[in-house]
T-cell receptor, first 110, second 116 residues
Framework: QQQVKQSPQSLIVQKGGIPIINCAYE??????FPWYQQFPGKGPALLIA?????SEKKEGRFTISFNKSAKQFSLHIMDSQPGDSATYFC?????????FGKGTRLHILP | NAGVTQTPKFRILKIGQSMTLQCTQD?????MYWYRQDPGMGLKLIYY???????DKGEVPNGYNVSRSTTEDFPLRLELAAPSQTSVYFC???????????????FGAGTRLSVL
């Protein structure tokens, strides 16, 4: 019940394409869903986050879609660039507890 | 602002040796966390602290110990290093704003540890 399942494990997309990373959770007590971006040799950093009372959130080229009834959420990257190549982690939070997905290694081809 | 600082960046240990991974933050955050990251396995919580003097176990605490004597520092101790502890270790901190706000985790750059 505490798991956050993330897919795919890795993804290769041509520059300008729209990579989509999906996550699913089971615990309905989670009430905050952040995405973290990690570049090689660095720690993860918050990219964008959403609360379950909205279905979509956009920040620049990054969009989270949230389906509360299905307990699923996804990250879309519009007009992807080689600089977006990184590992992306979804997460689900309840108070001081945060559960991370296993990560998606994204590679954007130039 | 330095944020979250971890030392050392790299370390090689022999089986059975002990070491302390240092973590300090200058943001006056009350929450601090230790994670380990193994390839394809995401981030697993080892220990966390909600304030000075308070620590609690996470998902994978065996083989590790922590202390939180000050708000700024949260060292992670490995007493008898084993090959299974080869990993990248991340320290993070966050602030509980309370109410509808949620705490954002700020990560250090990590410590890459090999136990041979």
């Amino acid at each position: 019940q505490q798991q956050v399942k993330q897919s795919p494990q890795s993804l290769i997309v041509q520059k300008g394409g729209i990579p989509i990373i999906n996550c699913a959770y089971e615990n309905t007590a989670f009430d905050y869903f952040p995405w973290y971006q990690q570049f090689p040799g660095k720690g993860p950093a918050l990219l964008i986050a959403i609360r379950p009372d909205v279905s979509e959130k956009k920040e620049g080229r990054f969009t989270i879609s949230f389906n509360k009834s299905a307990k699923q959420f996804s990250l879309h990257i519009m007009d992807s660039q080689p600089g977006d190549s990184a590992t992306y982690f979804c997460a689900a939070q309840e108070d001081d507890k945060i559960i991370f997905g296993k990560g998606t290694r994204l590679h954007i081809l130039p | 602002n330095a944020g979250v600082t971890q030392t050392p960046k790299f370390r090689i240990l022999k089986i059975g040796q002990s070491m302390t991974l240092q973590c300090t933050q200058d943001m006056n955050h009350n929450y601090m966390y230790w994670y380990r990251q193994d390839p394809g396995m995401g981030l697993k919580l080892i220990y966390y602290s909600v304030g000075a003097g308070i620590t609690d176990k996470g998902e994978v605490p065996n083989g590790y110990n922590v202390s939180r004597s000050t708000t700024e520092d949260f060292p992670l101790r490995l007493e008898l290093a084993a090959p299974s502890q080869t990993s990248v270790y991340f320290c993070a901190s966050s602030y509980d704003f309370g109410g509808l706000a949620k705490n954002i985790q700020y990560f250090g750059a990590g410590t890459r540890l090999s136990v041979l």
